[in-house]
């Protein structure tokens, strides 16, 4: 079974460009939820999609935003790029969005902002 | 608001027991993860504990006391592979969402 995938692995951006992220869940996983990860901050949620609604937001800006589509693939967008957004950001996908559900991370998008 | 600690790093030699500790404040509990995370990885599960009390799976361990937010993470016959980030999450979420929030991060080192 093909674990979650994530393209792509490596980004380099300028301020004030605009990023699109993607995450394929495992197969018949309906749950994705979106992170940031970096040194100072570790692991940060951004959001959580199931079944192409949003269930939950972390403390991000507006310029973070994500869809989910009804193959359960799911996009980041990060508008207006700042320095500070330079991070690993890392999809997880589970089976449902149920409280006991083990989620499973994908290899992770490296984002670089010059 | 959220809030979970983790000692930042710890050192132990190979074939020794390790425990690492996780407290936690937040507002709502569904249950608390442990995962894995070698650098340049990402994190992989290793457990989940909802109810008070002792989750064993092999050399690793987990204990949860929810009425003093608190839980560990027990490494038995450490070995050198073991050498990685652990962390703590606690599932946030309400109903039948799910909304991890992570502590730092413990970075273990396994020394021979």
């Known amino acids: 079974k093909a674990g979650v995938t994530q393209t792509p692995r490596y980004l380099i951006k300028t301020r004030g460009q605009q990023v699109t992220l993607s995450c394929s869940p495992i197969s018949g996983h309906r749950s994705v939820s979106w992170y940031q990860q970096t040194p100072g901050q570790g692991l940060q949620f951004l959001f959580e999609?199931?079944?192409?609604?949003?269930?939950n937001k972390g403390n991000f800006p507006g310029r973070f935003s994500g869809r989910q589509f009804s193959n359960s693939r799911s996009e980041m967008n990060v508008s207006t790029l700042e320095l500070g957004d330079s991070a690993l950001y890392l999809c997880?996908?589970?089976?449902?969005?149920?409280?006991?559900?083990?989620?499973?991370f994908g290899p992770g998008t490296r984002l670089t902002v010059l | 608001g959220q809030n979970i600690d983790q000692p930042t790093e710890m050192t132990a030699t190979e074939g020794a027991i390790v425990q690492i500790n996780c407290t936690y404040q937040?507002?709502?509990?569904?249950?608390l993860f442990w995962y894995q995370q070698h650098a340049g990885e990402a994190p992989t599960f290793l457990s989940y504990n909802v109810l008070d009390g002792l989750e064993e799976k092999g050399r690793f361990s987990s204990f949860l006391s929810r009425s003093k937010g608190y839980s560990y993470l027990l490494l038995k016959e450490l070995q050198m592979k073991d050498s990685a980030s652990y962390l703590c999450?606690?599932?946030?979420?309400?109903?039948?969402?799910?909304?991890?929030?992570f502590g730092q991060g413990t970075t273990l080192q396994v020394k021979p």
């Open positions: 999450a606690v599932n946030h979420g309400s109903g039948n969402t799910g909304k991890l929030i």
């Open positions: 999609y199931f079944s192409e609604t949003q269930r």
């Open positions: 937040t507002s709502g509990f569904n249950g």
């Open positions: 997880a996908s589970s089976m449902t969005s149920g409280r006991a559900d083990e989620q499973f």
